[in-house]
């Protein structure tokens, strides 16, 4: 039999349905891609958005059109807030909860056709099983990803994510060291650790994120660490100065901000002051400065007036950062901020969005400007794009190359050029491989740059 997955929102679900899909590998299921006709079709939903929910149910429409007589299963977030939605689109089989989703054999039977969906979600309340994953990248085969961490304690005012995963849990140390052996044998060179609140990791039962990262530190043929998101409460100053003081760990931060001022910080329920923030950001930039640091910040939240966003703009604006990935806010059910007044009209919302989305793309242009000369090493990925290879740095910079067949899955040193939208252009220096002999052929393949 022939099974398909489509998998929408953060890495953790791409690092849970590689699960998924290792699970029907073994027994015997040929994996297609979702775009071809398959007996079987498996969509991981998200649901941070009302966009994601309203995505999640169209491509469970898009894979019944293409295989009619597909057994569909919906697993996710959205299969764990709103089962009775996605039941109700004709042709789905079973809806499978945060506890159920890594058991879909005990539920799906033969995977033939129901006669009507069937639905097998729990309390969340309930939940407390950690469901272990971790994958490859979703389009190389270089990087991986490596779930450490589950759920979540914080219960900010605008976020779904403890009501559909639960309270916050982690994997033991010695779990996730023999899972990172397992990639390494698979020739993965990266491992990017995932997971709802990875700094949160191992605090329930005395265990420390630092901890799990000396032991990961440890595994031979993990030539690079890179930590997703972490809060900013949660990074404190030993462990910046583990982080870029180790030789694996990249120097790379994604630290979510949400908001600039501190009246929307403190009713979203967020665990820092803007002043704590910049003082985190100014002491990495400090220590490291050219770390990549990357910002998450939601844009119309109730009671956000035209000063408070002029405030954040402003703010953000100043902190030395070097990307932003900006969220338009959105009514999400049974969350506390949904009940907030000072509703946004979406059309300010929107229109707030795009005025931050450009102020990323400067920051992030700056910060490439600000690379531009350094040698950094860059993890060469396999795709193939005008005779051209890309990879990234280890302070998350894309640079291109030329391409050659022993450059793919190597760490290079390049050095970093000019830059157009998203990506740099890079001269190689040398190749951190066995296969030494590419090395006397950099000149000429750096002149395909030139």
Request: net charge neutral.
């Amino acid at each position: 039999m022939k099974a398909s997955f489509y998998t929408l929102g953060c890495k953790l679900n791409y690092a849970e349905t590689a699960s998924l899909e290792r699970q029907f590998t073994d027994r015997g299921f040929d994996i297609v891609p979702f775009a071809e006709p398959a007996d079987v079709c498996i969509v991981n939903t998200c649901s941070v958005t009302e966009r994601a929910d309203r995505e999640a149910r169209q491509i469970v429409r898009r894979a019944l059109r293409r295989s009619p007589n597909a057994f569909v299963a919906v697993v996710g977030c959205y299969a764990q807030l709103d089962p009775e939605a996605i039941a109700s689109i004709d042709g789905v089989d079973v809806v499978l909860g945060a506890s159920e989703k890594f058991r879909m054999f005990d539920y799906a039977g033969s995977f033939q056709k129901f006669s009507s969906p069937k639905v097998f979600v729990s309390p969340i309340g309930t939940v407390n099983d950690f469901g272990p994953a971790f994958s490859g990248g979703v389009d190389d085969r270089t990087r991986a990803f490596l779930k450490v961490q589950d759920g979540c304690d914080y219960n900010c005012a605008f976020c779904t994510i403890p009501l559909a995963r639960g309270e916050s849990r982690s994997q033991s140390i010695d779990a996730c060291v023999s899972q990172a052996r397992q990639l390494v044998g698979m020739g993965y060179k990266e491992i990017i650790l995932t997971g709802v609140n990875v700094g949160d990791f191992g605090k329930k039962d005395g265990r420390s994120f630092i901890q799990l990262l000396k032991q990961l530190e440890s595994v031979d043929g993990i030539e690079r660490i890179r930590i997703s998101s972490i809060e900013p409460n949660l990074l404190d100053e030993a462990l910046v100065d583990f982080w870029l003081g180790s030789e694996k760990i990249c120097d790379h931060f994604h630290i979510p901000l949400q908001h600039g001022a501190d009246e929307i910080l403190r009713t979203m329920r967020r665990r820092y002051t803007s002043d704590n923030y910049v003082k985190l950001i100014n002491s990495i930039r400090e220590k490291s400065p050219d770390a990549g640091i990357g910002v998450d910040v939601i844009v119309g939240f109730p009671g956000e007036t035209e000063q408070m966003f002029e405030r954040s703009f402003n703010y953000i604006h100043e902190i030395p950062i070097s990307y932003l990935h900006v969220f338009t806010y959105s009514e999400r059910p049974n969350t506390p901020s949904i009940n907030f007044p000072g509703r946004i009209d979406p059309r300010i919302r929107y229109s707030h969005s795009d005025k931050l989305r450009i102020l990323g793309q400067m920051k992030r242009s700056a910060f490439f400007h600000s690379q531009k000369g350094r040698i950094r090493p860059v993890l060469i990925e396999g795709t193939i794009e005008e005779n051209m290879l890309s990879g990234y740095t280890d302070n998350y910079v894309r640079v291109r190359v030329p391409y050659h067949p022993l450059l793919e899955n190597s760490v290079v040193m390049v050095r970093i050029g000019e830059h157009s939208g998203e990506v740099c252009e890079g001269e190689i220096v040398s190749v951190k491989s066995k296969q030494s002999d590419i090395n006397p052929m950099l000149p000429i393949l750096n002149s395909v740059v030139r």
